[in-house]
């Protein structure tokens, strides 16, 4: 490729980062996700978490499948940050084999998905507002997720944690580089980014409420007294 060909390089990623970061630290703030974190729900608890996050994975792939041959949104899809095998292996761990009969999907998690269907299988700058989301939140905070619940559910056979391993990404800091060079390579002009900007932001919104509805549909873990 000569100089001529090479894409432009914006600094799109590091913009996006900034102009979102209000709306990414409220979600780390909620009472749910600040137990999540700490490693203090119970299993039934993140069984509904995993619940909900599978509904919205399940728009969310099938419309990655539709983007993977398009030359912009294309590059973003990885099967390295597939989830959904994993969320199913989880939930049968958690809830048996009869897990898709007793899951449902709760009136935030509806709105979510039906947000997700609206852009992502025809609009390549909301496909991967909400990719970039949703995945690269479950990749950074994984494994901090996975040891904080594993120390504290503590299951004897180590299952029950698929969803948040990555077992097929050698390192996550380098996927998370290279999915922010993609950012700033796409070749978005400045108007496109601000749309993709606002998606973001309203995905942060959408999934607010997923875990505020969480939050106030399950019951609170009571700590245990020192000594008791």
């Not at 099938?62 to 949104?73: C, G, I, P, Q, T």
């Not at 597939?82 to 709760?106: F, K, M």
């Not at 097929?168 to 070749?187: E, W």
Request: glycine share 6%; aromatic share 10%; net charge neutral.
């Amino acid at each position: 490729m000569s100089p001529a060909q090479q894409p432009v390089r914006s600094d799109f990623a590091g913009r996006l980062r900034s102009e979102t970061r209000t709306e990414h630290e409220h979600v780390q703030t909620l009472p749910f996700l600040r137990a999540l974190i700490a490693g203090e729900l119970e299993a039934d608890a993140y069984a509904v978490m995993l619940a909900q996050h599978y509904f919205a994975y399940q728009v969310l792939e099938s419309a990655a499948e539709v983007m993977r041959s398009d030359v912009v949104a294309g590059p973003f899809v990885s099967d390295r940050l597939r989830r959904l095998p994993h969320l199913e292996t989880d939930l049968h761990y958690y809830l048996g084999p009869d897990w898709r009969e007793v899951i449902s999907a709760s009136e935030a998690t509806e709105r979510y998905c039906e947000r997700l269907r609206e852009v992502c299988f025809d609009w390549p700058g909301g496909f991967v507002a909400h990719h970039y989301t949703r995945c690269l939140a479950d990749l950074s905070g994984g494994a901090v997720i996975r040891s904080a619940m594993q120390r504290s559910l503590n299951p004897p056979d180590g299952q029950g944690f698929a969803f948040l391993t990555f077992d097929d990404v050698p390192s996550r800091p380098r996927v998370r580089n290279a999915y922010r060079l993609l950012l700033d390579t796409a070749g978005w002009d400045s108007r496109e980014q601000k749309r993709i900007t606002a998606e973001v932001r309203l995905a942060y919104h959408l999934n607010t409420e997923v875990f505020t509805d969480l939050g106030r549909r399950l019951p609170p873990r009571i700590p245990r007294q020192r000594g008791a």
